[in-house]
C-alpha cells in the first residue's frame, strides 16, 4: 500500500511540475504512466485505459485551476482571447470522452503511441516554425497587457480557433492529455501569442476542457477515486512548484526532456500493440 501511494505522489507531483513549466498539464505523463504501471506490471490495482483516461481527466482539473490561478497573478493568461478557443473545445473534449470507451489496450497503446511520437516531433520543431501570417488581418486583431505592461497583438479568426480546437478537444477527452500538448504549439504558430501569455493561457484550457470531459468519464465510470486523492494533492503541489519554475527556469530544457520521454514511450507502446 505505501509503494502505491508512493509511485501516486510522484507521479502526480512530476506531471505537474513539468505539465505546468511547459504548459501541457501533464496528463500525457499520467496516462502511459498509469497504463504502465497497471496494466503491464500490476502495481495500480484496477487500471485499463479508460480508467487511466478518466483518473487523468479529473487529476488535470486540479493542475489546470492551480496553475490558471498562478499564472492569472503573474498576468500571463489572456482570459478574453482565450476564451474564443472554448467553443470549440468544450463540445470535441465531450465527444472524445465518449469515444474513449471503444478502445481496447492494444488499440490504445498503438493510438496513443502514434499520438506521442507526433506530440515529441511537435515540440522539437516547435521553434524553428515560424507564425502563420496568413490570419493576421485586422479585423481578427486582438491585443494583450502583460504583468510588465507589454501589449501584444495578434490575430485569432473564429472559425479557424473553432475548427482548430474542437479537433484537439477530441483528443483531450479521448486520451485524457488535457490538451496543452497541443494548444500551446497552436496559439505560439498559428495565433502568434507570445510564449509566455499561451504557456498561461493554454492551463486556462486544460482547466475548461478537462472539468467537462471528466463529467464524461465519471458517468461512465472511468474514475479511480482513491488513486485519484492521492494525485491531485501531489498535483496541486506540483502545479505550484511548476508556475514558479517557469518564472525562474529556461524550459527548453524540460521541453528536450518531455520529448525524449515520450519518443521513447511512444516507440515502446506502438511495439507492445503490435506484438
Known amino acids: 500500500m505505501m509503494l502505491t501511494i508512493l509511485l501516486l505522489i510522484l507521479i502526480g507531483g512530476l506531471s505537474a511540475i513539468i505539465g505546468s513549466v511547459v504548459g501541457i498539464g501533464g496528463g500525457i505523463i499520467i496516462v502511459p504512466t498509469l497504463v504502465f504501471l497497471g496494466v503491464d506490471h500490476h502495481l495500480l490495482k484496477g487500471i485499463t485505459p479508460q480508467i487511466a483516461i478518466g483518473t487523468s481527466s479529473v487529476i488535470l482539473i486540479v493542475t489546470g485551476l492551480s496553475s490558471t490561478l498562478g499564472y492569472l497573478k503573474t498576468k500571463q493568461v489572456d482570459v478574453k482571447n482565450g476564451s474564443i478557443f472554448l467553443f470549440g473545445l468544450l463540445p470535441g473534449?465531450?465527444?472524445?470522452?465518449?469515444?474513449?470507451?471503444?478502445?481496447t489496450l492494444e488499440s490504445f497503446n498503438l493510438y496513443f503511441g502514434i499520438f506521442l511520437i507526433l506530440v515529441a516531433i511537435l515540440l522539437?520543431?516547435?521553434?524553428?516554425?515560424?507564425?502563420?501570417?496568413?490570419?493576421?488581418?485586422?479585423?481578427?486583431r486582438k491585443s494583450y497587457v502583460d504583468g510588465e505592461g507589454k501589449t501584444y497583438h495578434y490575430s485569432v479568426p473564429p472559425l479557424v480557433a473553432f475548427v482548430a480546437t474542437f479537433f484537439i478537444g477530441i483528443l483531450t477527452g479521448l486520451f485524457g492529455i488535457g490538451g496543452g500538448a497541443l494548444m500551446t504549439p497552436l496559439m505560439l504558430i498559428v495565433?502568434?501569442?507570445?510564449?509566455?501569455?499561451?504557456?498561461?493561457t493554454s492551463m486556462m484550457m486544460i482547466f475548461f476542457s478537462s472539468v467537462m470531459s471528466s463529467a464524461s468519464h465519471i458517468v461512465l465510470g472511468h474514475v479511480a477515486w482513491l488513486y485519484s486523492i492521492v494525485l491531485i494533492i501531489s498535483s496541486y503541489i506540483g502545479a505550484k512548484i511548476g508556475v514558479k519554475i517557469n518564472q525562474s527556469v529556461k524550459s527548453d530544457t524540460v521541453v528536450m526532456l518531455l520529448r525524449t520521454m515520450m519518443l521513447l514511450m511512444g516507440i515502446y507502446l506502438i511495439i507492445k500493440s503490435l506484438l
Not at 93 to 103: E, F, H, K, Q, T
Not at 124 to 140: L, Y
Open 93 to 103: 473534449s465531450l465527444i472524445g470522452s465518449l469515444l474513449s470507451r471503444y478502445l
Open 124 to 140: 522539437m520543431v516547435r521553434h524553428k516554425i515560424k507564425p502563420f501570417k496568413v490570419f493576421d488581418k485586422e479585423k481578427f
Open 191 to 200: 495565433f502568434r501569442f507570445p510564449p509566455h501569455v499561451a504557456v498561461g
